[in-house]
């Protein structure tokens, strides 16, 4: 926090968070901060739950001033979810927006404060409570702006294979290695401006605001993703930097007409070499990433503009990190494991980390230092005693130039224990997807049994046989959460109720929808 203080020092007018200046948000943030403290004077945590605004950011920081443990709260999570987490963190004490109060509210509102079966305190924020108060006045020297690095700053919680959630406490050392390795590696200019498109509850949305912190640079920020608008601030050259999925891009790579983009970060899929290329065409700036919220964000990146023959790679360890494959094969695949000062000490009420962490990621390491990711442990299919990773057959999939987005996830058999089975949207207007192709005897297929056909025959010429989906399912999108991870277990829910009585050889693609 004394990042915020330093900069309304030396440069208070300079813009932060959209159109406010480190000299509003720091005056914002002790006003907050002096309403707050009397309510949660007693309590050394405090949940957040709200959408992203300039507000949210505010009360966070001015929580963080505080010197309480934030955690912060995912806004999908049902009540009863909600609860469960506020139970099994003892967190009484919830901050909320006014649009997010339904979510908890069974109670008598009194002087903005709930209090709540089983929370304790609700206290209910909206746009006009950061401008409530004079802070002209506030003393300068009044709070404690400086952090020790072992102080938890925010707590995340992850969701873990058994299903039950995981709690991240993000630390301001393992903040503080994680801003300035990042700036090492990305680089600071003055006019430096962040979109943030991801929520602030998500490990990629706090790493944003915590680097514009640090850096002295601004911070755009959206409550959601606004196709049309992140188009406008890109062409009017309002932002230089983003984090974002490959498919997002994808999607509107095909407006942008002028920008300064300086960084676009993308993590979480296959990037196919068409979406390199048209980058390419538009001096758009592409780092592939690699991280998660143990490690607060990225822990490896690169340019693949100038590595083209990396580009299945997610790039080097950023300054600091270290790469270590654990129980490697005879082709060097084996668990990631991560060391490093941006690397969480352990998950709260959990054993500490001691040595390495693992990812349960499985990878390998190339001759030149740059890592290679094959799959989430969990996510590995076990067909017949033969590993199948899901990442293999998606990024060969997303070579096609019809494909769009795909997920493989596996179905139970009674042969074979496990096999594949593949989700897939595709540009049916894709001029290699002919509507009147004729197979032998059949006559004219069906588009949706055409491109069947067609990604199967694909398969078959690229892969080994029991590495072939046995279903395919052609959508019109693939379902996502908040933050634009394909939902695998959703999927593999509808696969097991669609196709798991289905009866055919390791070659049947099933029908869809």
Known sequence: MEWLQKHFLEQPNKRFLDDQTFGDVYKQVQTVADSLSSAVSAVSRVALLSDNSVTMAVYLLALMLLHKEVLLLNVHLTPAEIRNQLDELDVHTVVVSGERLEQLRNGERCNGVEHLSGIGQVIVFDEASIHSADSANLDVDRFDWHFNDSDIAAIMNTSATTGKFKSVPLRWGQIRAHVEASAQTLGVTPDDTWLMVLPLFHVSGLSILMRSLYNGTAVRMMEKLDRQELVRLVNDQEINMVSLVPTILKDVVGDIATHRMRVILLGGEFIPMPLVEA??????????????????SQSVTFFILDYPDKIESVGKPLPGMTVNIVNPDVDGVGEIHLTGPMLMDGYLNKEPIR?????????????DGYVYILNRRKDIIISGGENIYP???????????????????????EKWGQVPALFVAVDKTHSE???DKNVGNTGKLTQEALVKQ???CFLSNHLARYKIPKYITILDSLPRNGTGKILRKDLQIYAESRYIHVVGDSNDVGSSD
């Open 279 to 296: 980058c390419r065409e538009k001096s758009l700036p592409i780092y592939k990433t690699y991280g998660m919220t143990e490690t607060f």
């Open 355 to 367: 040595g390495d962490f693992n990812t349960d990621d499985i990878g390998y390491v190339d001759e």
């Open 391 to 413: 990442k293999e057959i998606e990024d060969l999939l997303y070579t096609l130039p019809y494909v769009k987005e795909c997920a493989v996830v596996p179905v139970a058999d």
């Open 433 to 435: 997807l002919s509507q």
């Open 454 to 456: 067609e990604l199967s």
